[in-house]
């Protein structure tokens, strides 16, 4: 992601929804409605937390019946954009079911909101911003083997502690904090993504074009690398938000490490493109992250 610390602010084309983007909203949305079902049921409260068979089955024929209508509504190509949107806002809309109703697991919910709002709004960012760039891969959901296996490793600690110390997992104050830090995160990274226009990608960018310029404005005014430091809240507030606090250590301390290589890498590439006037950015503004200065470089 070489748009975290600079990118080509010249002109980036933006409003108009493409059809990707269109059919990935409206799968979204279409997942969603998940949501309204306890009131069609008229059990608002248990569909998912005792769902019984009327329940089980509502939930089977809304996602055949989804499934369907995506089938119907468009070509191969988009409908495999639509139906990874439309299990992200069927994941969305499932959280908040737990988030609103009286389960022990609401605050699982609000972790289910989250994360599945946070893959979406990659893939809708990305079609907004620079379409061009725009793929499969935007939603981020085959980020890495690793992040997939620290994202099972979090559920597996959630349910653990959730059968051994089910009052670690009542904690809602604690919870509400890493909402907050997964809100901030995540917004400071949309953010970043915005600003730095059309030519922020998800895949590290190792040449320079004709276009890019140093973005230094908005959300880079504040941190040399605003999407790193988003993401790296992001990741942590999810886990203080599900009281885990095996993962919760274990994030930041793999993240950390993860961004201090990344953003040194990165900077080497950044000095050799803008030179010393990457080098004055660099020496007015902080990483953002904590105890990470970046690239060292001797005169």
């Known amino acids: 992601m070489m748009a ?28 969603a409605s998940v949501a309204a079902l306890p009131v069609a049921l008229g059990s608002p409260s248990a569909l998912l937390a005792a769902p019984g068979l009327r329940g089980r089955l509502a939930l089977a024929l809304h996602v055949a019946g989804v499934n369907a ?12 954009i639509a139906v990874r949107a439309c299990f ?3 994941a969305f809309g499932c959280g908040l079911l737990l988030s609103t109703g009286r389960s022990a697991w609401r605050h699982f919910g609000w972790y289910m909101c ?64 890493g909402l907050l830090m997964v809100i901030f995160g995540d917004c400071l990274r949309k953010a970043a993504m915005l600003t730095a226009g ?22 880079y005014g504040w941190f040399r690398h605003p999407s790193y430091v ?7 507030g999810t886990q203080v938000l599900l009281c885990n606090p ?7 301390l793999v993240s950390w490490r993860f961004f201090r290589e990344r953003i040194e890498e990165e900077e080497i590439t950044l000095i050799h493109f803008f030179g010393e006037e990457y080098l004055e950015y660099k020496r007015k503004v ?5 105890f990470i200065r970046g690239v060292r470089v001797e005169l």
């Open 230 to 236: 988003g993401w790296f809240y992001w990741s942590i």
């Open 4 to 31: 975290a610390a600079a990118a080509a602010a010249a002109g980036p084309r933006r409003g108009r929804l493409g059809r990707e983007a269109r059919a990935s909203l409206a799968a979204f949305l279409l997942g």
């Open 88 to 90: 992200l806002g069927f």
């Open 69 to 80: 209508a995506l089938l119907l509504l468009y070509p191969r190509p988009l409908y495999k």
């Open 198 to 219: 059309s030519n922020f990608n998800h895949i590290v960018q190792n040449e320079k074009s004709d276009t890019h310029t140093l973005v230094t404005s908005g959300v």
């Open 114 to 177: 989250s994360l599945s709002l946070f893959h979406y709004s990659e893939y809708l960012v990305t079609a907004i911003n620079n379409p061009r760039s725009l793929s499969l891969d935007s939603f981020l959901l085959n980020h890495s083997f690793e992040y997939n296996l620290a994202a099972l490793s979090s559920w597996v600690e959630f349910t653990l502690e959730k059968l051994l110390f089910p009052e670690l997992k009542q904690i809602t104050w604690l919870s509400t904090v």
């Open 286 to 290: 902080p990483s953002g992250l904590p």
């Open 246 to 252: 095996i993962c919760m250590v274990g994030y930041a």
